[in-house]
Structures are given as C-alpha cells and as structure tokens.
C-alpha cells in the first residue's frame, strides 16, 4: 500500500476499499487531498471524481442543504417503487424486495447529488 508523508501528521495511505464522498458508493481510487485543518484525501469513485474539490470548497451550510434535498429525491424514488410492489412496510418486504428497496435509494442519493452539485453555481 503507498502512502505519502506530510510533515508532522500521519501518512495518508491510499484508498483500499473507501467510499465515494459524493454517491456513497465504492470509490475507484481517486483521491482529492484537503488540508483545512489536519490533511485528509476524500476518495471518489471514477463518475464524481470532477465534483469533490467542488463539494470539498462549498460552505457546509450550502453543501449540506444540497445533500438533504437529495436525500428528499431518493426517499421519493425509493417510495415509488414501494407503490410499484404495493407494499408500504419495510419489515413486510422480501429479502430481495428490500435489496431492490436499498439500492434504489442509494443509487438515487449519488444521481440527485450529483446533479445538485453540478448545477450548482457556487465557485470553486
């Protein structure tokens, strides 16, 4: 595993099975480094890889109005397809129901933040 030195902070070791800062989803490796107050890297998978500094930079506030509405979005998508199969409790749902539930939600999360963030017109 590789791993960088900076002064007098720990060594940064690359990714070995991270998660994505924009979907959740697992990052391929690419890695922003931030420095605000103890240098970090925020790992990305290789769709976002173009919006972390950009998320990285944002004001929290901002940010993490963005990252609700999104949450917002997926719950939605995540209710329709709890319509679709007519049911409406989680613990009623088969094991491949709640799986399919699960990755609807997920996957929804990481398209409407990416979407919010890349309309987004805060400079970076």
């Not at 595993?1 to 002064?7: E, G, K, N």
């Not at 901002?62 to 049911?87: H, K, N, P, S, T």
Request: net charge neutral.
């Amino acid at each position: 595993m590789r791993t960088v030195r900076l002064s007098k902070w720990p060594p940064l070791r690359a990714s070995n099975g991270g998660v994505c800062a924009i979907c959740r989803c697992r990052d391929d490796g690419f890695g922003v480094l931030t420095t605000d107050r103890r240098p970090s890297v925020a790992w990305a998978c290789n769709k976002h890889v173009h919006l972390v500094k950009k998320a990285l930079l944002m004001n929290r506030k901002i940010y993490d109005a963005i990252e609700r509405g999104a949450l917002e979005d997926a719950g939605a998508e995540a209710g329709q397809f709890l319509d679709a199969i007519g049911e409406t409790d989680l613990a009623a749902l088969s094991t491949k129901d709640y799986g399919t539930f699960c990755e609807v939600m997920i996957d929804a999360f990481g398209k409407s933040l990416q979407a919010r963030l890349e309309s987004s017109d805060t400079p970076f």
